[in-house]
Every structure is written in C-alpha cells, then in structure tokens.
C-alpha cells in the first residue's frame, strides 16, 4: 500500500521537474543573451527608436533614451533628462563593439553591433554626467565621449 503512495509521489515530483525544465528552456529561448533585442546594424537609423535617437518622454515617471554608438562618438543630439525619473537607455552600435558608461554611476553597457542594449537608471543627484567608451574600439577610442545633463 505505502509502495503505491510513493510511486505516485515519485511521478508527480518527476513531472513536476520536466515541466520547470521545460518551462525555463522555453522562456530561455525567448530572451536570448539575458533579454537584448536584436536589429539590422546597416538599419539602424530606419528603426525606431534609432530613427530618432535622444530624450523621448514615454510616462510621467519615464523617459527613454535612444543613442547609437559608433567610431567615434554617440549620436546624442542635446542630452536632457530628469532627477528622480527612471531613465531606460536604449544603446545600439553600427560599427565594432563599445561600451556605453556613465561615470559615477553603475550604468556600464557594452554596446555590440546587431544588438540592443537597454538599461534602466535613475539619477539621483542634478549635474553634468560624463558619458565614455571603456571599450577599445581603434584609433579614436580615447575621442569618445559626449555628457547628459541631469536637472
Ligand atoms: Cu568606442 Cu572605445
């Protein structure tokens, strides 16, 4: 009698396991590399958000932020954003691999060609951030730079 209740058991934790297994090989195969979109680099400027890129305000409490990085600089028209606001930077790269790091805060994204990386961040104090590449990207590596404006 006790052997039936522990086959049951048994098969109901084994179904129990494939199914979490499946379950998270599916919802893995949907989000590749942790989430990042991916997009055609040679059309980048033709896909939004990178068709317009900059400050668009999406909510009350939200604004995005669209920039293409490329030898040697951000596309960052005139880069304006919020105290206190969550900030959800969208970085894409036409070119090599680059990296998009706001100094004196955590946000460090490598930014990679046919990829979107997307970061949220709310600033907490006003100022003026240093936005660089940390990534060796050629000649110009140590020429890229642009600032945001915090108010
Ligand atoms: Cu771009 Cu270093």
Redo the contacts with the bound molecule.
Sequence with gaps: KYEKIWLVFGIASLIVFLSVVGVSAFSQDHTPAGGMETIDPKKVNETAPFDNPGVTQLDDDTYQVAIV?L??GYTAPELKVPVGKEIVFKVTSTDVV??FTIDNTKVNMMVVPGRITTKSYTFEKPGTYLIL?????GTG?HM?YTEIEVY
């Design positions: 990085a030898a040697f680059h990296s590449c940390n990534e060796y990207c590596h890229m």
